[in-house]
């Protein structure tokens, strides 16, 4: 351990944790069923993913499962496993993944996909689901990306398509009742519980998307594992709404988890006060797709900011729409530490906003910059999008000229205000308005950067934009078929892992990858 790369990632023992099962395995409460969560990147950005969180609260509360965790290792690990010959192992328990009963990955980034089969081949476990049986865990995924499975469907024997809380149950149920039999009858078995989609058993458009009716109903764990180790989101979270009301046409999450449900306001409190007392956070996040759309956001912001005060913890609202954002919002924010704030705008002109119903005038933009500098803030982040269907170049002068707008009205609002002007490639998704949309090319996003780059330059701007490369394998994967996977499985055979870091990406592979199965698929 003292030769890796924060060794915190693979200690396990954190604050919370649950331990049913001794080291390796060894305790006879390992005949239970054994569920392994994880998410195929580096520990600090699985552990901030709620939705695992959940999980794990969820199946451990059933006296006949074991949930444990694990994460895509470092490079620097996974040379030191491969030296001991030591297979890829939870965090909990330290047992082997082969010995799991299931085993889940969430998916919400299409560039992770090559993780999933990096952790298959350190756990010793097959690929291709066609090559597994009996003795191999059941591999099921969830998550955004299952809006379209087939490019991993060679790899995976179940997708759970929409919310997990109920049907995770129901999938420990349905392997409980064949545990003994054969893996085509599980599979088979599984394909009938609704929101489940499994390869080659039934038709992808008959699966109906899972959806939890009243999320009030979901049992939020209050004592969530706290790391040794800082995290991305290194908070508590409260999920106050799911689904969104706003109808953007680029949004995947904003079309794809409807209908909206509404946290009651009596949970977010008592889940408030409890996350916080039980893990010492020192930061408390409200989540959803666009908070201030939650009614009554403004007053229960207020009170627990109040009421964290004298605690030092601090409020983050992400998620902000502009047009709802006042200086009130921002002082809430604002009252324990200084810290950022989010919008996003997404398009530089009225024509691109109208286009894509992002429903925000350029005045709701500018005047919500102000209260947020007025309020407090130093910095604000805005998220803008190039590429979107038929963008011109008045719509890449319309970003620059709000950007100059804003900072301009910061500066009087508050002397030391500075904007992160944050640029993506817009990538089309499955089951969007856009979603049948042309991508850009290389050069159109490199040119487009480029200009950018040129005329955005101001001390008070920092901009910030996504690798061009990255954004076209994400458009690759993310409207692909089943033979994308042959892609995707080359790409590993040729070293690939970690591509959603940008000192591990190589795009070489890809092409070598795209060009060598071009007459496969």
């Not at 892609?487 to 892992?497: N, P, R, S, T």
């Amino acid at each position: 351990m003292p030769c890796v790369t924060k060794p915190g990632r693979y200690i396990g023992n954190e604050l919370n944790s649950i331990h049913k099962v001794g080291a390796n395995g060894c305790s006879p409460l390992s005949k239970k069923i054994k569920v392994c969560l994880s998410y195929p990147d580096t520990y600090e950005i699985g552990m901030s993913n709620l939705g695992l969180s959940i999980l794990y609260h969820i199946l451990n509360k059933r006296g006949d499962v074991v949930c444990e965790r694990v994460f895509a290792p470092w490079p620097d690990m996974d040379e030191k496993m491969k030296e001991k010959n030591m297979p890829l192992f939870s965090l909990e328990s330290w047992t082997p993944l082969k010995d799991f009963d299931i085993w889940g990955f969430s998916l919400e980034n299409e560039l992770t996909y090559t993780n999933v089969l990096y952790m298959l081949k350190s756990a010793g476990i097959p690929f291709h689901r066609k090559d597994r049986d009996e003795k191999h865990p059941l591999i099921i995924a969830g998550g955004a990306c299952t809006n379209n499975p087939l490019p991993v469907s060679d790899f995976i024997d179940a997708f759970v398509i929409g919310d997990g809380e109920e049907v995770i149950l129901e999938i420990v149920d349905v392997f409980t009742g064949c545990r003994g039999g054969t893996r085509s009858a599980l599979l088979k078995k599984l394909s009938h519980i609704e929101g489940v989609y499994v390869p080659d058993h039934n038709e992808l458009k008959s699966v109906n998307r899972r959806i939890v009716e009243d999320i009030n109903t979901i049992d939020y764990p209050t004592k969530p594992i706290v790391p040794y180790i800082e995290i991305v989101h290194d908070r508590a979270v409260v999920e106050i709404m799911r689904g969104c009301p706003r109808r953007c046409r680029f949004c995947l999450a904003g079309n794809t988890t409807k209908p909206v449900r509404l946290l009651k306001k009596e949970n977010i409190l008592r889940l408030a006060r409890e996350l916080i007392k039980n893990t010492g956070l020192e930061e408390l996040s409200f989540m959803s797709l666009s908070s201030s759309d939650y009614p009554g956001l403004l007053e229960i912001a207020g009170g627990l900011g109040r009421e964290f005060f004298k605690k030092r913890v601090s409020l983050s609202l992400p998620s902000l729409r502009p047009d709802t954002f006042k200086t009130g919002i921002a002082k809430e924010i604002q009252s324990v530490r200084k810290s950022g704030v989010t919008l996003a705008p997404e398009a530089g002109t009225q024509r691109l906003r109208d286009l894509i119903c992002k429903d925000l005038t350029e005045e709701q933009i500018i005047s919500s910059t102000r209260n947020a500098f007025a309020g407090g803030a130093n910095n604000v982040k805005l998220y803008f999008m190039i590429g979107l269907p038929t963008e011109t170049e008045e719509d890449l002068k319309g970003i620059v000229e709000l950007a100059y707008k804003i900072i301009k009205e910061g500066k009087q609002a508050n002397p030391r205000a500075k904007i992160t002007v944050n640029v993506s490639t817009f990538v089309p998704k499955k089951n969007t308005p856009l979603g049948d949309g042309k991508m850009i090319g290389l050069e159109e996003i490199r040119k487009k950067q480029a200009y950018l780059k040129q005329n955005l330059r101001h001390r008070g701007i920092d901009l910030k934009w996504h690798d061009p490369e990255m954004s076209a394998v994400e458009g690759l994967l993310s409207r692909g078929d089943e033979s994308t996977g042959k892609i995707i499985e080359h790409v590993c055979e040729l070293g690939a892992k970690f591509d959603n870091w940008s000192e591990h990406f190589d795009y070489s592979r890809w092409e070598k990858a795209i060009a060598e199965n071009t007459d496969k698929i």
